[in-house]
């Protein structure tokens, strides 16, 4: 902090001096009776003059420099998702018409001021309004404006509206790691509410089971308070320890019990909720993200905490996850992982990729081995220290070969509610990092 506060003070300082030998430079000039700054000869104006057009050339440059290095998708393939094929296109529409506007506008800026710099015995004409050029700078802009709305408007309404298609799939988002939750045979999650999240149960997901087990724990708690309290009572009833600690055990016991009354009334007691809460019998949760090629998916966002952005970045798809709330998109992937892995710009990419992985590994006597690509899901909001740790794999695959993995995935990474394979151990130990 204070090393923060010299910084600032040193600039500050350096600044306010620069200042000062400005002016002693200025006073020193008109001493020696120097002309004025002001006053540019032609010969310094004419120099300005060509350095604009220097300044041009350098600039286009630059820009086809990087149109040609990096490319319209800046180095992240192929879309692999109807949608993310769509907003690409979407894109290039946009270059298309904004290239050509931006170098022939910016040829004009300095074109101009290096054709007509200052000179002396020059006057500028005066020419306040013409009809004809107004029209065209207010239509053409008009018509370029609406195309690129109509397709962005057609673009956006597909992948944000029409929530009941495809599979439903629930991306949870927490301080710091993913839980992916599928709906299951019949294509409905079961509804959740935080008052159930708990080591065993991670989003909160109301089953019979999990109403249950949150009423066991907070008996158990309650009656260890109680039995605590008891203990420490002598005959005539008085309690033997210091008060202050005494009303925060009586506190907690008052937060347990309310706790237990809200989860009665707003969810246990609920009507109708046996046929709400059954959806949830089929969900599976998992920690990674597979899906099928070519088919359509509905996403369902949470989070447990605090805003973060889940990104799918070779799917081109990015939203919000804010507390509270339910954010959706859809989505339908269009490459497998295998066939991405194929494309000749992966292939060359890579290469190079492991030829720099596998030289630092040389050189630290490490085993070489061969990276492959993979899709991924990626936060995309600084969320907290452990923000760079929410990054999960993401597979594209057939219809068996997903049906294969969700079968056996038995390798602690399923959660289900229902049954009694919940392993949550290793999510807890993502989460305390
Ligand atoms: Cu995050």
Redesign the pocket.
Known sequence: MEGKFIIIIAVALFFIALVQLMKIYDLAAKVRGAKSQEKMTRGENMLMANLMLVFMVVFFGFIIWLIAKYGANAGLYKAASEHGQELDDLLMINWYIILPVFFITNSLLFIFSWKYYHREERKALYYPHNNKLELIWTVLPAIALAIIIVFGIRTWNGIMYNKEEGQVIEVY????GWLVRYAGADNELGEANYKLVSSTNPLGVITDQSIQDTYNEIDTKVSGIDSELKENRNSNGDLLMPKSKADKKLDELERLKRRKYRIEAAIDKREANKTAYASSDDDIVVQELHLVKGQPYTFIFR?KD????PWLPHFRAQIN?VPGMETSFKLTPTITTEEMRNMPEVQEHYKNINEIHNERKRRIGEEEEKVLFDYVLL??????A??SN?QIKVVVETQEEFENWIENNGDKKRLTFSGQEVNWSETKEQASL
């Open positions: 988002a927490y301080q710091f989070s605090v805003i973060h952005c996850s936060c995309n909001k600084i969320c907290g452990g923000h929410m």
